[in-house]
């Protein structure tokens, strides 16, 4: 089932609960408190779902720019090793003695 699937599932069902409360009668409050703590676990289940959603959007689009990011390293670093390869090489104080 997919989470749009569920999110208005609930939904449905938070609304057949508020539904449920309008229309209980005065002697079953116990079957309001028993709609109200459905109706508040499916509020929970609910935001849960659209959190996980949102994360998971998030870490997929920072993962695109990671290996964007990565890609760019690898030909920065392929520069600076033509760049190196170019550039004469220094003698050092060792060399110039002997």
């Known amino acids: 089932m997919k989470k749009s ?4 599932a609930a939904t ?3 609304a057949a609960g508020a539904l449920g409360l309008y229309l209980a009668s005065d002697k079953g409050a116990e079957a309001r408190k028993k709609i109200v ?3 508040e ?3 929970t289940m609910a935001s849960v779902e659209l959190k996980k959603a949102g994360l998971t959007r998030v870490k997929e689009k920072l993962e695109r720019h990671k290996q964007g990011l990565e890609a760019d390293i690898a030909k920065i670093q ?9 550039r004469p090489k220094k003698e050092t104080t060792a060399t110039k003695v002997m």
């Open 37 to 39: 703590t459905q109706i």
């Open 12 to 14: 449905g069902v938070v």
């Open 5 to 8: 699937a569920k999110i208005m």
């Open 41 to 43: 676990k499916y509020k």
């Open 78 to 86: 392929s520069v600076i090793d033509k760049l190196d390869s170019r």
